[in-house]
């Protein structure tokens, strides 16, 4: 079987599982494990921010994040489909205790127009205070031109909002755009990243800031529950993953590319590659029909609505896996 339905279904590699029976470890909540703070490190000079924590999870960066930024009846503004609003069970709302803001926009980001509208009677005491607006890079495996993100960035400091980045992404990003990771996390204020994804860790997300920030943030982890003990044994598969998986992202997005092209020759589907993920458009309704003659055949991957259907590559699915996923994929289709 081959599952292609996310990034985050790897699991760790021998070298990786040697890192991670081979590490340094003490207490992290008493800031005394070796391998988590070089994990902080490397990450913070990584993304040109002063300081990172280790989390569990790309949730608990985000609501982290966000707790930080925002207070009791502030605004919150992000795509309606970003992970923050739509993949948190509404965390932002009770936890950060914000006022969502959702914007649609095919693009991923607020154009211009949007953002002076709703910036209109920013100061005005009925309303709830526009504090932070947070965007996704990758959003669903698209790039926000680094162009796009300086001019949200500016809009949100000329108005005093933050910035925050949902970074799961970040290094897609970077390896598609070929900039340093710390070019795409530039303009924000706070940003998460996962190494649960593409690097393929198999535990762990870190949010990244200025020093001050980070301090608060580490009281708000604790807040969640979310100190954790000998946590080295975990960083030092997400440390692996940040130094030797990065590049090969490059690998995903190629054989993205090549099966999106190859999966639109297939008479009644289209498909477009963006960065390591394919999303594939079926006849009117038929999305979950191909996605289960698809898992017949052997290649799982998620309907997303009912036209879309997501694959994604990742660190075990390598160039002869593509060549197997597009002939499966040729032969399920040809008997919806
Ligand atoms: C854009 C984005 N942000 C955050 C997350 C949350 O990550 P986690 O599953 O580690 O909580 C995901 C997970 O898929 C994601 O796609």
Redesign the pocket.
């Known amino acids: 079987m081959l599952d292609l339905r ?1 990034d ?1 279904v790897t699991r760790p590699t021998p070298q990786m599982r040697q890192a991670m029976a081979e590490a340094e470890v003490g207490d992290d909540v008493f800031g005394e494990d070796p391998t988590v703070l070089r994990l902080e490190q490397e990450t913070a000079a990584l993304l040109g921010k002063e300081a990172a924590l280790y989390v ?7 609501q982290v994040a966000l707790n930080v930024a925002v207070g009791s009846g502030e605004e919150v503004w992000a795509h309606q489909g ?3 609003l739509t ?2 069970q509404g965390a932002t709302a009770f936890l950060a205790r914000a006022l969502p803001r959702a914007y649609d926009a095919d693009e991923g980001y607020p154009p211009q127009d949007l953002l002076e509208r709703w910036a209109e009677g920013i100061d005005d005491v009925h309303r709830a205070r526009p504090a932070l607006v947070c965007l ?1 890079n ?2 669903s495996g698209r790039v926000i031109p680094l162009a796009e993100q300086r001019r949200v960035a500016s809009f949100a400091h000329a108005h005093g909002m933050r910035l925050h980045l ?4 970040l290094w897609n990003a970077a390896v598609e755009l070929g900039v340093p990771p710390a070019e795409v996390a530039a303009e924000s204020d706070t940003v ?1 990243v ?1 190494f ?2 593409g690097l393929g860790a198999p535990v ?2 870190a949010v990244a800031a200025d020093a001050e920030t980070i301090n608060r943030a580490r009281r708000v982890r604790k807040l969640l529950g979310g100190g954790m003990r000998q946590a080295g044994i975990i960083a030092a598969g997400a440390l692996h993953a940040l130094r030797e998986h990065r590049d090969r992202l490059a690998d995903d997005h190629r054989r993205a590319t090549h099966l999106a092209e190859r999966i639109s020759g297939i008479p009644g589907l289209e498909a477009s590659a963006h960065t390591n993920m394919v999303w594939v458009t079926a006849p009117e309704g038929r999305a979950a029909d191909y996605a289960d003659a698809f898992a017949a055949h052997g290649v799982r991957c998620i309907p997303f609505d009912r036209e879309t259907i997501r694959i994604v590559l990742h660190l075990e699915i390598t160039d002869s896996d593509t060549e197997d996923a597009i002939t499966r994929i040729t032969k399920a289709a040809a008997q919806v």
């Open positions: 996310s985050t569990a999870s790309g949730h608990m960066a985000n970003a992970h923050v993949d948190e996704e990758t959003f949902d970074g799961a992404r998460s996962c649960s994804k762990g997300s």
